[in-house]
């Protein structure tokens, strides 16, 4: 690592940051081929209805209709729309369950039939145009009603809708032994809540196949790689003749867009025309997979000291109509509840349960903030019980460095004391703590919670980088990346941490992504992983490519390689600067040599994450409640958060502040919500699924705690998904300072509020 | 649909179209003119990332029809900048990091120029009202706030 950096750490300007402020930026609806067709969806109205009869001929005899799908048109096979799950994982926790288009309607918003046509308003006559014979089934929409006897079956391979179960291997200890070992018992069940993504950017896809049968694709992914090999498999189509591209999505929170993939790409080939299949604001919230909406139980022993001897959570996962993420996004939620902390015996299982509503997957956060809201109040509990601050319980417990973190993986550094101290005194924490404070018809209290997140997917998931870097004529560098820009500037931070390395300017590295067809195989962006694994590789990459120029060099300035350097975007002969050329010049020098041996610089490579360094931090909430309204009012937020070195600490504070919003709106008013009679999905839009707007966010305070970790690149760990992550858990626990209640069901609405100080 | 020839005057430009009488602005702007820069998100008027402004107000593009505002002064995010000089406001906003994904990044922007254009000189919160309607997932809008007072700063000091 050098020790001075010149790119590295800088305030610098977002990737791609002239191309979104003029509106030149292309997001996938912006992409407009000549001849394209519109397609159309028709979903079933039925939350559980079987197709008896379809008829699609008046459809297909309709002027300017070119392809009328059902499930008949399909390949016959079952996929999981995760997609992730399947290529990435290991797949012992998976389940195949889903078709492209449904043979029996499972959710109301199930994908039964689609159309592409001339234009959008033919395409949508044509859909009208298609006779559904549904027979009505009886639905269920309560997980725990699903898995009694006698309920409806939804997918006929699960009779009692239960998919999964199963012990979190990680479990370990003498669980009983470690609640008879304690002094203290406390006991709780959460059901967390649905949250909707929301990315601003609708379901969109378009599909086109030239005329050597080579298919385009391009979709609002994170992981291009893993949609064109599930792509090739449903299809049976070379992965070599398909070309997954996506360099801007419209807000990546999830992995959105699957299920229009698969649609979009069988019109365009029963059409043999490109197809552009666009979902409104309404299909996008019906489609998109939300947060894993779980029952949580948990129980935590400890001793009178503080000190922890059992942890035990057993997860009910509400997965919906199809399994998806049900296991993964489990997984880490465990991982965080049993792992956060210092324990002898811990103990953790789940359970997914399928329901006639609309599908979960994996939304920001990814369990962790739901065994947070689990965890952190179950603490604070014992803390009360016991008569300990819970400031001082938490860091009675913390792990030390070594110890396995929550994936399992040895903790590299860990600054949890001083986060959790820091917020404390930020937010007055002693002071607040001793005493009731009260006016009028207001309560006040405050809350705190810590969390531990990942720096990527391993061990559960390949995460290892490939990655192309060439060094153009004029001595800029080209980084080719399988990554989308999700807009966690992820390819800004590449270019920042390739310039650090080869003495270049920020502005020399250019960005080639998002393309399969151009770039290495990677594994996309999720779990924190971009960081950690694509700047490792860029150091990997462009340390080798610096060699090359290095070498390259020495031919010109007649000296060994290793009395070489460059900076600013010259190569200098260290014990004499004054003899020096341009990187350019370098370059030049190597693809225009007369003499022979000429070659354009380029340097390939990959990294392969066996590491997996936890960023950390803590959160602490300051709340007003209106015992008269319900109404819960954050005067003040303080975030600590360690993410190891930053490289950019804009993006760094942009994304907390990001997640800080996404957690916010979790905690309080987000409310997922569908008929209770008809399993339909009523917070449909903006106005009946409100989002966080510019009005709804507090005074916040992010404090960056700047550890370098030994594994990260240039000691950098992940950040995207840790804002979100303990937010809902410290306003919880500010909430039940402010008033003595906890509310077992999220969102914390001013209704659910007032009920509980009611029947307090 | 009955259809018609209408003149549109888009970012000082005047074209001439072929509109039917459902045709949203923002399908004008997006499918006829190819100004791609102004986003469809909701199409309902609920999250602003379609903002315009027709003769200098602030309009919801994907919730006005295209026939209400022909001969008039359509402004989108690719006519603001002068050439290949940025405005202030984009210029702040690259500085500032106040955006991440982008897809909002367009109506936001010209939502605030509606807004420093009424008010030059705002408070941080009348600019946490001014972009109360336009959503964004990403930033938690902190950056954004931001930006728009910065760049408030700078018009007031050294004139648009």
Same mark, same amino acid.
């Given at each position: 690592?050098?020790?001075?950096?010149?790119?590295?750490?800088?305030?610098?300007?977002?990737?791609?940051?002239?191309?979104?402020?003029?509106?030149?930026?292309?997001?996938?609806?912006?992409?407009?081929?000549?001849?394209?067709?519109?397609?159309?969806?028709?979903?079933?109205?039925?939350?559980?209805?079987?197709?008896?009869?379809?008829?699609?001929? /008046?459809?297909?005899?309709?002027?300017?209709?070119?392809?009328?799908?059902?499930?008949?048109?399909?390949?016959?096979?079952?996929?999981?729309?995760? @997609?992730?799950?399947?290529?990435?994982?290991?797949?012992?926790?998976?389940?195949?369950?889903?078709?492209?288009?449904?043979?029996?309607?499972?959710?109301?918003?199930?994908?039964?039939?689609?159309?592409?046509?001339?234009?959008?308003?033919?395409?949508?006559?044509?859909?009208?145009?298609?006779?559904?014979?549904?027979?009505?089934?009886?639905? @269920?929409?309560?997980?725990?009603?699903?898995?009694?006897?006698?309920?409806?079956?939804?997918?006929?391979?699960?009779?009692?809708?239960?998919?999964?179960?199963?012990?979190?291997?990680?479990?370990?200890?003498?669980?009983?032994?470690?609640?008879? &070992?304690?002094?203290?018992?406390?006991?709780?069940?959460? +059901?967390?809540?649905? +949250?909707?993504?929301?990315?601003?950017?609708?379901?969109?896809?378009?599909?086109?196949?030239?005329?050597?049968?080579?298919?385009?694709?391009?979709?609002?992914?994170?992981?291009?790689?893993?949609?064109?090999?599930?792509?090739?498999?449903?299809?049976?189509?070379?992965?070599?003749?398909?070309?997954?591209?996506?360099?801007?999505?419209?807000?990546?929170?999830?992995?959105?867009?699957?299920s229009i993939v698969p649609v979009c790409v069988a019109l365009a080939k029963k059409a043999k025309k490109p197809v552009k299949l666009e979902f409104s604001r309404k299909k996008s919230l019906v489609d998109v997979p939300t947060r894993e909406a779980y029952i949580e139980t948990g129980k935590l022993g400890a001793k009178k000291d503080g000190?922890?001897?059992?942890?035990?959570?057993? @997860?009910?996962?509400?997965?919906?109509?199809?399994?998806?993420?049900?296991?993964?996004?489990?997984?880490?939620?465990?991982?965080?509840?049993?792992?956060?902390?210092?324990?002898?015996?811990?103990?953790?299982?789940?359970?997914?349960?399928?329901?006639?509503?609309?599908?979960?997957?994996?939304?920001?956060?990814? %369990?962790?903030?739901?065994?947070?809201?689990?965890?952190?109040?179950?603490?604070?509990?014992?803390?009360?019980?016991?008569?300990?601050?819970?400031?001082?319980?938490?860091? /009675?417990?913390?792990?030390?460095?070594?110890?396995?973190?929550?994936?399992?993986?040895?903790?590299?550094?860990?600054?949890?004391?001083?986060?959790?101290?820091?917020?404390?005194?930020?937010?007055?924490?002693?002071?607040?703590?001793?005493?009731?404070?009260?006016?009028?018809?207001?309560?006040?209290?405050?809350?705190?919670?810590?969390?531990?997140?990942?720096?990527?997917? +391993?061990?559960?998931?390949?995460?290892?980088?490939?990655?192309?870097?060439?060094?153009?004529?004029?001595?800029?560098?080209?980084?080719?990346?399988?990554?989308?820009?999700?807009?966690?500037?992820?390819?800004?931070?590449?270019? +920042?941490?390739?310039?650090?390395?080869?003495?270049?300017?920020?502005?020399?590295?250019? #960005?080639?992504?998002?393309?399969?067809?151009?770039?290495?195989?990677?594994?996309?962006?999720?779990?924190?992983? %971009?960081?950690?694994?694509?700047?490792?590789?860029?150091?990997?990459?462009?340390?080798?490519?610096?060699?090359?120029?290095?070498?390259?060099?020495?031919?010109?300035?007649?000296?060994?390689?290793?009395?070489? &350097?460059?900076?600013?975007?010259?190569?200098?002969?260290?014990?004499?600067?004054?003899?020096?050329?341009?990187?350019?010049?370098?370059?030049?020098?190597?693809?225009?040599?007369?003499?022979?041996?000429?070659?354009?610089i380029f340097a390939k490579g990959w990294f392969e994450p066996t590491k997996n360094p936890s960023p950390t931090g803590a959160a602490f909430a300051d709340v007003e409640v209106d015992i008269e309204t319900g109404e819960i009012k954050i005067s003040k937020l303080v975030f600590v958060q360690d993410s190891g070195r930053i490289i950019n600490?804009?993006?760094?504070?942009?994304?907390?502040?990001?997640?800080?919003?996404?957690?916010?709106?979790?905690?309080?008013?987000?409310?997922?919500?569908?008929?209770?009679?008809?399993?339909?999905?009523?917070?449909?839009?903006?106005?009946?699924?409100?989002?966080?707007?510019?009005?709804?966010?507090?005074?916040?305070? @992010?404090?960056?705690?700047?550890?370098?970790?030994?594994?990260?690149?240039?000691?950098?760990?992940?950040?995207?998904?840790?804002?979100?992550?303990?937010?809902?858990?410290?306003?919880?626990?500010?909430?039940?300072?402010?008033?003595?209640?906890? #509310?077992?069901?999220?969102?914390?609405?001013?209704?659910?509020?007032?009920?509980?100080?009611?029947?307090? | 649909?009955?259809?018609?020839?209408?003149?549109?005057?888009?970012?000082?430009?005047?074209?001439?179209?072929?509109?039917?009488?459902?045709?949203?602005?923002?399908?004008?702007?997006?499918?006829?003119?190819?100004?791609?820069?102004?986003?469809?998100?909701?199409?309902?008027?609920?999250?602003?990332?379609?903002?315009?402004?027709?003769?200098?107000?602030?309009?919801?593009?994907?919730?006005?029809?295209? *026939?209400?505002?022909?001969?008039?002064?359509?402004?989108?995010?690719?006519?603001?900048?002068?050439?290949?000089?940025?405005?202030?406001?984009?210029?702040?906003?690259?500085?500032?990091?106040?955006?991440?994904?982008?897809?909002?990044?367009?109506?936001?922007?010209?939502?605030?120029?509606?807004?420093?254009?009424?008010?030059?000189?705002?408070?941080?919160?009348?600019?946490?009202?001014?972009?109360?309607?336009?959503?964004?997932?990403?930033?938690?809008?902190?950056?954004? *706030?931001?930006?728009?007072?910065?760049?408030?700063?700078?018009?007031?000091?050294?004139?648009?």
């Amino acid at each position: 690592m050098k020790e001075e950096l010149s790119v590295v750490g800088k305030r610098l300007p977002q990737w791609a940051a002239h191309d979104k402020v003029t509106g030149t930026a292309k997001y996938i609806a912006d992409i407009n081929l000549p001849g394209t067709l519109a397609g159309k969806v028709l979903t079933s109205p039925h939350a559980h209805a079987r197709i008896k009869k379809i008829d699609k001929s /008046k459809a297909e005899k309709l002027p300017g209709v070119e392809a009328v799908i059902t499930w008949h048109d399909i390949p016959q096979k079952l996929f999981n729309p995760s @997609v992730q799950e399947s290529i990435l994982h290991d797949s012992r926790n998976e389940i195949d369950d889903m078709y492209i288009l449904s043979e029996k309607a499972r959710f109301a918003g199930d994908l039964i039939a689609a159309v592409a046509a001339v234009d959008e308003a033919t395409a949508e006559k044509a859909i009208e145009l298609i006779d559904v014979d549904y027979e009505v089934l009886p639905a @269920v929409f309560d997980p725990l009603e699903a898995m009694k006897p006698g309920a409806p079956v939804i997918h006929d391979f699960a009779p009692n809708n239960i998919s999964k179960h199963f012990v979190f291997p990680p479990s370990r200890g003498d669980i009983e032994q470690g609640f008879k &070992d304690a002094d203290v018992v406390v006991e709780a069940t959460f +059901q967390t809540s649905k +949250q909707h993504m929301t990315p601003i950017e609708p379901c969109v896809c378009i599909s086109s196949f030239d005329a050597s049968g080579k298919l385009t694709v391009w979709s609002s992914t994170q992981r291009p790689f893993a949609y064109r090999t599930e792509l090739a498999e449903l299809f049976d189509i070379k992965e070599s003749m398909i070309n997954v591209i996506c360099k801007h999505l419209g807000g990546g929170f999830g992995e959105a867009n699957w299920s229009i993939v698969p649609v979009c790409v069988a019109l365009a080939k029963k059409a043999k025309k490109p197809v552009k299949l666009e979902f409104s604001r309404k299909k996008s919230l019906v489609d998109v997979p939300t947060r894993e909406a779980y029952i949580e139980t948990g129980k935590l022993g400890a001793k009178k000291d503080g000190t922890l001897t059992a942890l035990k959570e057993n @997860v009910i996962v509400h997965s919906g109509a199809y399994y998806n993420r049900s296991a993964a996004t489990t997984v880490v939620n465990m991982g965080q509840f049993i792992g956060l902390y210092r324990c002898p015996n811990v103990y953790a299982d789940m359970t997914a349960v399928y329901t006639n509503i609309p599908t979960s997957g994996g939304c920001r956060g990814y %369990g962790t903030p739901e065994a947070c809201f689990l965890l952190e109040q179950l603490v604070d509990m014992a803390a009360e019980k016991i008569g300990i601050d819970p400031v001082e319980m938490r860091i /009675k417990n913390l792990k030390k460095v070594g110890d396995p973190s929550q994936t399992g993986m040895p903790i590299e550094t860990y600054t949890q004391e001083k986060c959790i101290r820091t917020g404390a005194e930020k937010i007055g924490w002693k002071e607040k703590r001793a005493q009731k404070r009260a006016k009028g018809s207001k309560r006040y209290g405050v809350g705190m919670a810590t969390f531990f997140d990942v720096s990527g997917g +391993q061990p559960f998931e390949i995460f290892d980088r490939n990655m192309k870097i060439t060094l153009d004529e004029d001595g800029a560098a080209i980084i080719n990346t399988g990554i989308p820009d999700v807009g966690a500037n992820l390819p800004g931070t590449a270019a +920042q941490i390739a310039a650090e390395v080869l003495g270049l300017r920020y502005e020399d590295i250019h #960005i080639v992504n998002g393309n399969t067809d151009d770039c290495l195989w990677d594994p996309g962006i999720g779990a924190n992983s %971009g960081l950690y694994g694509v700047g490792n590789v860029v150091i990997k990459v462009a340390t080798e490519l610096k060699k090359q120029i290095l070498e390259r060099a020495a031919k010109n300035l007649g000296v060994p390689p290793d009395e070489l &350097d460059i900076k600013d975007r010259k190569v200098y002969v260290k014990a004499d600067p004054n003899k020096n050329m341009t990187v350019a010049e370098v370059s030049k020098a190597a693809i225009y040599n007369h003499e022979g041996q000429h070659h354009h610089i380029f340097a390939k490579g990959w990294f392969e994450p066996t590491k997996n360094p936890s960023p950390t931090g803590a959160a602490f909430a300051d709340v007003e409640v209106d015992i008269e309204t319900g109404e819960i009012k954050i005067s003040k937020l303080v975030f600590v958060q360690d993410s190891g070195r930053i490289i950019n600490p804009v993006t760094v504070e942009g994304q907390l502040d990001g997640g800080i919003a996404c957690g916010l709106g979790y905690a309080l008013f987000e409310d997922y919500y569908t008929n209770p009679k008809t399993g339909v999905l009523e917070s449909d839009n903006f106005n009946t699924y409100k989002i966080p707007s510019s009005l709804d966010l507090p005074d916040t305070e @992010v404090i960056l705690v700047e550890e370098p970790t030994p594994s990260g690149p240039f000691g950098a760990k992940g950040v995207g998904m840790c804002g979100v992550v303990p937010i809902a858990a410290a306003i919880a626990n500010a909430v039940y300072d402010a008033v003595g209640i906890r #509310i077992k069901g999220m969102p914390l609405t001013p209704e659910k509020v007032l009920k509980a100080i009611k029947s307090k | 649909m009955k259809k018609e020839i209408a003149t549109f005057n888009v970012n000082s430009r005047s074209y001439d179209v072929i509109i039917t009488p459902n045709m949203t602005l923002s399908e004008l702007l997006r499918e006829k003119l190819d100004l791609t820069g102004t986003k469809y998100a909701c199409g309902v008027g609920e999250c602003g990332a379609c903002t315009v402004l027709v003769d200098g107000k602030p309009v919801l593009s994907c919730s006005t029809l295209a *026939i209400a505002v022909r001969n008039k002064n359509i402004l989108t995010i690719e006519g603001l900048a002068n050439g290949t000089n940025l405005h202030p406001i984009q210029q702040a906003f690259i500085d500032h990091g106040a955006m991440q994904c982008g897809f909002c990044t367009p109506g936001m922007i010209m939502m605030t120029k509606a807004l420093l254009d009424e008010n030059p000189n705002p408070t941080r919160e009348e600019v946490k009202e001014g972009i109360g309607g336009n959503l964004c997932r990403c930033t938690g809008y902190v950056k954004i *706030i931001d930006a728009v007072m910065a760049v408030a700063e700078t018009m007031k000091k050294g004139g648009k």
